[in-house]
Structure formats: C-alpha cells, structure tokens
C-alpha cells in the first residue's frame, strides 16, 4: 500500500531533550517535506527536500533541522525543544521533485514539550 | 514572500445548500493552486487543484476558479452533505521557488 508514515504518532518529553520524529515513503517519491499544524494558523511548512542531500527551509525553520540521506526518508531532528514547540507536526511527500504537485501527507505526530 | 489569505475562518450552511471559500494571494509567480481537505483527526488530503493556465475546474461537486489578475481562487461546493464538514485549506506554490504556502483554513459546518 503506498503510503506515508511516521512515528512516534503521540510524543511527550521535556523541554531540552532531543528527539527525532520520523517518516518514511513507498512511493518512490522526491519531494519531501515537514509542516506544523496549530490552531488558527493552519499548516505552516518547517523544512523541504526536493530530493536526496537537497534541504531546504520553509517558512518556520528554528529549532528544527532535518537530514534526506535515501529517497524514502525524511526525519525531523529537534535538538533543545521548547514549549513553542507543541504542535501536530506532518511529513509529506509529492512526486517529482517540485512543490506544485499534489502533497501525499502522513497520520500526524502529536508533540507536547513540557 | 508569497502569502495566502483564506476567508472565512468557519462557515455553516444547511444541508443542501452552496459553500463558497476564498483565498488571495500575493506573488503573481505563483502556478498552482490546490485545495486539501481535513476531517476531524485525520490527515489533510487533496480534493481538487487548479494550475494557472487553467481558470475553471469541476469534479463531481466540487469546483475551483482562479482568477489571475486579482491573484484570488474559489472553492465551490454545491448540494452540501454532512460528510462535507471539515476543515478546508487552500495553497499556493511556484515551482521555481518549491515553497507551499497555506491559508488558515476554513472549518465548515454542514447544519442538518
């Protein structure tokens, strides 16, 4: 089945901890990118890569980074979490290596950082 | 940088009837305009996209107009039905630039 996927689903820690959340897509697909999801500010974009050792920032990129070793993985690193880090955080992914292609989005991480 | 508008934030129409939502926005580079559509603790998922070359599209339902000079698009929803609550976002992106941007969202409330 092709798909996104990402793990932990559900992730509690504390403020300073780093932590990696991770995702992966079957598709075969070079566009992969990360988003945050917060109330009334609908989906923002952290980080994307447009294919293998190609990263790029988006619109809210501190505090994050992110590694693209292999096409089908794309892990969101935050090395010191805050609170202002307590989000719903997607991967995606789209076909070719663009932006202006239909995003394949993963289940969501629900990060808390205490 | 590009930004994207959305209006309204929450809609509620009666079942039956027409949802309209709207975007702008601000870079006239921007090429392709899709419409993603989240139910309640699912993941957003694409229901219909308009490219610039294009000024009308049509699936089903559901249809999207762009208008370029005034740098806004429209997503229309006609004969609502209560699985069309959600919340609807729009976007925006150049493939030069390889960015997304998103609206706010739109929650719609489909009234029985």
């Known amino acids: 089945e092709a798909q996104v996927t990402q793990n932990p689903r559900y992730l509690i820690t504390v403020t300073g901890k780093k932590l990696t959340v991770t995702c992966s897509q079957n598709?075969?697909?070079?566009?992969m990118s990360w988003y945050r999801q917060d109330p009334g500010l609908g989906l923002r974009q952290i980080y994307y890569?447009?294919?293998?050792?190609?990263?790029d920032k988006g619109d809210v990129p501190e505090g994050y980074k992110v590694s693209r070793k292999e096409k089908r993985n794309f892990p969101l690193i935050l090395e010191s979490p805050s609170p202002n880090q307590t989000s719903l955080y997607f991967c995606?992914?789209?076909?070719?290596?663009?932006?202006?292609?239909?995003?394949?989005f993963g289940p969501g991480t629900r990060l808390t950082v205490l | 940088g590009e930004n994207v508008e959305q209006h309204p934030s929450t809609l509620s129409v009666q079942e039956g009837d027409s949802a309209v939502i709207k975007c702008t926005y601000s870079?006239?580079?921007?090429?392709?305009f899709p419409w993603y559509k989240q139910e309640l603790g699912k993941r957003p998922q694409l229901i219909i996209d308009?490219?610039?070359?294009?000024g009308e599209k049509k699936d089903q339902r559901i249809a999207v107009t762009l208008n370029k000079t005034a740098k806004h698009f429209s997503l229309h929803i006609t004969e609502t039905q209560p699985e069309d609550s959600a919340v609807y976002f729009c976007?925006?992106?150049?493939?030069?630039?390889?960015?997304?941007?998103f609206g706010k969202g739109t929650r719609l409330h489909i009234l029985p």
């Open positions: 995606a992914s789209s076909y070719d290596g663009r932006a202006d292609n239909e995003q394949f």
């Open positions: 598709m075969n697909h070079e566009y």
């Open positions: 890569s447009m294919n293998v050792e190609v990263t």
């Open positions: 870079d006239s580079a921007s090429n392709y």
């Open positions: 308009i490219r610039s070359n294009v």
């Open positions: 976007a925006a992106s150049m493939w030069r630039d390889d960015k997304i941007i």
